[in-house]
């Protein structure tokens, strides 16, 4: 009986959380403006250095490139004091251009672009769903100590599966994105 007992908390409130990220993760700089973001990056991260997968034209333009498409490089650019012009590159050259300003697009914060917070609810409408609940994601770019880019993205959820056993859960991939000038001449 008394084995029973020490179970039962354990199938009612059940609960998860992951981090994964680069080998010898700095963490993010602190930086002064966003000048420090001009430059060529690498559009997606080297998952063998133990990072999550993540290519920054997701991040900036969802939906806009097929797998087969993805452009090799992003190269951003300072446009007054509030504004970076981000471009993806292909072979050399700009295949899609974009003007982001700060305050309206995203947050700068503690030396970080902060985009803005994602919610999404589960009826455990769709077929096979058994989630209800709630769910928030976050995602973060800056740069570490080195100025090779960091992506940070994290979500957290609540609620119950099966309708009866409450589920909570968050998990966070760090990502690193190579500085890398010559894809961008």
Do not use: H
Request: hydrophobic share 40%; with cysteine; charged share 20%.
């Amino acid at each position: 009986m008394n084995r029973i007992m020490l179970f039962l908390p354990m199938l009612f409130f059940t609960g998860c959380a992951s981090t994964t990220g680069p080998d010898n993760d700095l963490g993010f700089a602190e930086l002064a403006d966003l000048k420090a973001f001009e430059g060529c990056y690498k559009n997606c991260s080297d998952p063998s250095d133990g990072s999550a997968s993540a290519c920054l034209s997701d991040i900036i333009w969802p939906k806009r490139f097929e797998i087969k498409s993805k452009p090799e490089a992003i190269f951003i650019e300072q446009e007054g004091s509030n504004v970076l012009v981000v471009s993806a590159i292909s072979n050399g050259v700009a295949v899609k251009k974009s003007s982001f300003e700060a305050g309206k697009d995203f947050n700068f914060k503690n030396g970080r672009i902060e985009l803005d917070r994602e919610y999404i609810a589960s009826g455990a409408g769709e077929p096979g769903n058994v989630f209800i609940g709630f769910g928030t994601g976050q995602t973060v770019l800056g740069l570490d100590d080195y100025g090779q880019g960091r992506v940070s993205q994290s979500v957290a959820f609540a609620g119950t599966g099966f309708l009866i056993i409450p589920v909570a859960g968050s998990a966070t991939d760090v990502s690193k994105i190579e500085r890398s000038e010559s894809l961008c001449n």
